[in-house]
């Protein structure tokens, strides 16, 4: 499994590296996204420590929004993951409101009373703070659904199960709650350790990341 995570790192260190703030007309409508983190390194280049898409058509642009400046923790899992990690650093108890899904009217007007909205306007600002300062991301341009969630999967799958994909032992993430995040070095629980790329996936990602350096070329 090293030997395919290792060519995915080198592909994916050698494409269009995009940092906050970005410019969204240089990203495609519809793709898959990785993630690299400041002071993550693996393969001789930066480490891969998330790996997403979407399931709307055309909404990869506001997913990266709702990851980097959408100051709304429920709207994204990557912000409460990290938000967890600061709270659980500092021992803060608010991590257990932190936790409080306060999507619907009905968990609002049940838990509103309770909960400190500034001390959690003030955790939202430090995510903020932390993920625009701490990750850039490359893009691949995949428009079927079906090939991204598929894709999503094997790619998550494919570095977990990399036995030189290791976080630093500085790394945020080791201050996670949520046990997978902690043992697989990646901001994720979801399709870990499941089935891998194959060849004719790899194939594929090769001419989707020749296609995106070659477009970013003559631009």
Same mark, same amino acid.
């Given at each position: 499994?090293?030997?395919?995570?290792? /060519?995915?790192?080198?592909?994916?260190?050698?494409?269009?590296?995009?940092?906050?703030?970005?410019?969204?007309?240089?990203?495609?409508?519809?793709g898959?996204?990785?993630?690299?983190?400041?002071?993550?390194?693996?393969?001789?280049?930066?480490?891969?420590?998330?790996?997403? /898409?979407?399931t709307?058509?055309?909404?990869?642009r506001?997913?990266?929004?709702?990851?980097?400046?959408?100051?709304?923790?429920?709207?994204?899992?990557?912000?409460?993951?990290?938000?967890?990690?600061?709270l659980?650093k500092?021992?803060?108890?608010?991590?257990?409101?932190?936790e409080?899904?306060?999507?619907?009217?009905?968990?609002?007007?049940?838990?509103?009373?309770?909960?400190?909205?500034?001390?959690?306007?003030?955790?939202? /600002?430090?995510? +903020?703070?932390?993920?625009?300062?701490?990750?850039?991301?490359v893009?691949?341009?995949?428009?079927?659904?079906?090939?991204?969630?598929?894709?999503?999967?094997?790619?998550?799958? +494919?570095?977990?199960?990399?036995?030189?994909?290791?976080?630093?032992?500085?790394?945020?993430?080791?201050?996670?709650?949520?046990?997978?995040?902690?043992?697989?070095?990646?901001?994720?629980?979801?399709?870990?350790?499941?089935?891998?790329?194959?060849?004719?996936?790899?194939?594929?990602?090769?001419?989707?990341?020749?296609a995106?350096?070659?477009?970013?070329?003559?631009?």
């Open positions: 499994m090293s030997e395919t995570c290792d /060519t995915l790192h080198r592909w994916f260190n050698e494409m269009e590296r995009h940092r906050f703030p970005f410019d969204e007309s240089r990203i495609p409508s519809d898959i996204y990785a993630l690299f983190e400041r002071g993550e390194t693996s393969h001789g280049g930066d480490r891969i420590v998330r790996i997403g /898409t979407h709307g058509d055309g909404q990869l506001s997913r990266l929004r709702q990851h980097f400046i959408s100051e709304n923790k429920d709207r994204s899992i990557f912000r409460k993951n990290i938000g967890r990690c600061l659980n500092e021992s803060d108890p608010f991590l257990k409101d932190w409080i899904d306060l999507t619907t009217r009905g968990a609002k007007d049940e838990h509103a009373a309770a909960i400190d909205f500034g001390k959690q306007a003030a955790v939202e /600002t430090d995510v +903020t703070k932390y993920i625009q300062g701490s990750f850039s991301f893009v691949l341009d995949v428009k079927d659904k079906g090939k991204r969630l598929g894709l999503e999967s094997k790619l998550i799958s +494919t570095v977990s199960l990399c036995d030189e994909c290791l976080p630093s032992k500085n790394w945020l993430g080791s201050f996670s709650p949520k046990e997978k995040i902690r043992e697989s070095g990646l901001w994720l629980v979801n399709e870990l350790y499941k089935e891998p790329l194959s060849s004719g996936d790899m194939e594929f990602l090769r001419r989707a990341v020749k995106s350096s070659l477009a970013h070329h003559f631009e």
